[in-house]
Antibody
Framework: EVQLVQSGAEMKKPGESLRISCKGS????????IGWVRQMPGKGLEWMGI????????RYSPSFQGRVTISTDKSLSSAYLHWNSLKASDTAIYFC??????????????WGHGTLVTVSS | QSVLTQPPSASGTPGQRVTISCSGS????????VKWYQQVPGTAPKLLIY???QRPSGVPDRFSGSKSGTSASLAISGLQSEDEADYYC???????????FGTGTKVTVL
């Protein structure tokens, strides 16, 4: 069974750094792109970016480029989302998701449960 | 602000057919295939439709998708109480160079 297990909820202060994780199992992690999707409180879904674990080829949404860093450690079957300096506006649920190998982007066929990030002073 | 526009809400009684529209442009729906997601509140989204009208295994055939030009539609036939959720369309946008989701439609089963 394909599973994406995300790290737990985080509560941070503005200006702090943060890395959240997403661990894949039940499939060959390296063979599938992994994406990140943001959902702000009460709002819709936003495509942040995507990474290919084999070579760490990464594509960012222009809206998130420079604000976050997406990375992967294929030896741990894990993908990460990192902030250097959080803002209150980063408060959201962040989902990782596996991109289908048979459909164009963004066709995420498996999702993590989401990580709630709360940024408040 | 999303470039894919959906009606904010739709509703129907059990057994009815509900249709949700998704309006885009030549740089997204017009040049890519459309996907649809279902998100029950408090849970992760689920892929319902990809390649305009294809259902992943396990998705009931009550859900169907179509596309024409720069617009797409999701139809739910034989509406059931468990279909009460938010629905999002999605596509790749060649101009923005990013994936884009629709504004979302909340479906209520009356």
């Amino acid at each position: 069974e394909v599973q994406l297990v995300q790290s737990g909820a985080e509560m941070k202060k503005p200006g702090e750094s943060l890395r959240i994780s997403c661990k894949g199992s039940g499939y060959t992690f390296s063979n599938f792109w992994i994406g990140w999707v943001r959902q702000m409180p009460g709002k819709g879904l936003e495509w942040m970016g995507i990474i290919y674990p084999v070579d760490s080829d990464t594509r960012y949404s222009p809206s998130f480029q420079g604000r976050v860093t997406i990375s992967t450690d294929k030896s741990l079957s894990s993908a990460y989302l990192h902030w250097n300096s959080l803002k209150a506006s980063d408060t959201a649920i962040y989902f990782c998701a596996r991109q289908s190998s048979t459909a164009s982007w963004p066709a995420f066929d498996h999702w993590g449960h989401g990580t709630l990030v709360t940024v408040s002073s | 602000q999303s470039v894919l526009t959906q009606p904010p809400s739709a509703s129907g009684t059990p057994g009815q057919r509900v249709t949700i529209s998704c309006s885009g442009s030549s740089s997204n729906i017009g040049s890519d295939t459309v996907k649809w997601y279902q998100q029950v509140p408090g849970t992760a989204p689920k892929l319902l439709i990809y390649a305009n009208d294809q259902r992943p295994s396990g998705v009931p055939d009550r859900f169907s998708g179509s596309k024409s030009g720069t617009s797409a539609s999701l139809a739910i036939s034989g509406l059931q109480s468990e279909d009460e959720a938010d629905y999002y369309c999605a596509a790749w946008d060649d101009s923005l160079n990013e994936g884009v989701f629709g504004t979302g439609t909340k479906v209520t089963v009356l």
